[in-house]
T-cell receptor, first 112, second 115 residues
């Protein structure tokens, strides 16, 4: 039972344009959501997070939007850069637990 | 700088062998995790530990065991390796407490091939 879903396996965008990565979740108990980025041959690194009490969190070029009623979150990268090419994982947790539930990941390719 | 190291980047083992994957973190973190990453399946939690000698099963513990004798070290053990355990194994650690998830630091991974 996939509680965190990233339904698109890949996305390709041009440098300078916006990248929008989507994530859906099914467990209404999740109250904290994160995005991790992973380059080949490296471990994932934390990118940005959002609490369920907010609907938007911004950090430089990265913004995460949360729509609780739709159980949907998205990561916007503006402007996209070739160095953003990586696999992005959406993750969620509930009730202060240190355990994370990850999505399957989505490969982003930013073309120069 | 936080560092999580894994004993091997690549391993090739034969079916039935006992395999040890070691993970060491240098930040005095209480929590440590073992995941496996497979194409199309994302990261799945195998086991985690919130203290020395403490362990809890994750989502896919079958075929694995773990050991945490020291705070900085968390070992994943494949008692009898099978081909379906061919995967990328990722170790992570984090501090104890609420909202520590974003500080879940990952090691570089061990790519295990079981023949």
């Amino acid at each position: 039972d996939q509680q965190v879903k990233q339904n698109s396996p890949s996305l390709s965008v041009q440098e300078g344009r916006i990248s929008i990565l989507n994530c859906d979740y099914t467990n209404s108990m999740f109250d904290y959501f994160l995005w991790y980025k992973k380059y080949p041959a490296e471990g994932p690194t934390f990118l940005i997070s959002i609490s369920s009490i907010k609907d938007k969190n911004e950090d430089g070029r990265f913004t995460v939007f949360l729509n609780k009623s739709a159980k949907h979150l998205s990561l916007h990268i503006v402007p996209s850069q070739p160095g953003d090419s990586a696999v992005y994982f959406c993750a969620a947790s509930k009730g202060g637990s240190e355990k994370l539930v990850f999505g399957k990941g989505m490969k982003l390719t930013v073309n120069p | 700088d936080v560092k999580v190291t894994q004993s091997s980047r690549y391993l090739v083992k034969r079916t039935g062998e006992k395999v040890f994957l070691e993970c060491v973190q240098d930040m005095d973190h209480e929590n440590m995790f073992w995941y496996r990453q497979d194409p199309g399946l994302g990261l799945r939690l195998i086991y985690f530990s919130y203290d020395v000698k403490m362990k809890e099963k994750g989502d896919i513990p079958e075929g694995y065991s773990v050991s945490r004798e020291k705070k900085e070290r968390f070992s994943l053990i494949l008692e009898s390796a099978s081909t379906n355990q061919t995967s990328m194994y990722l170790c992570a650690s984090t501090i104890w407490g609420a909202r520590s998830q974003e500080t879940q630091y990952f090691g570089p991974g061990t790519r295990l091939l079981v023949l």
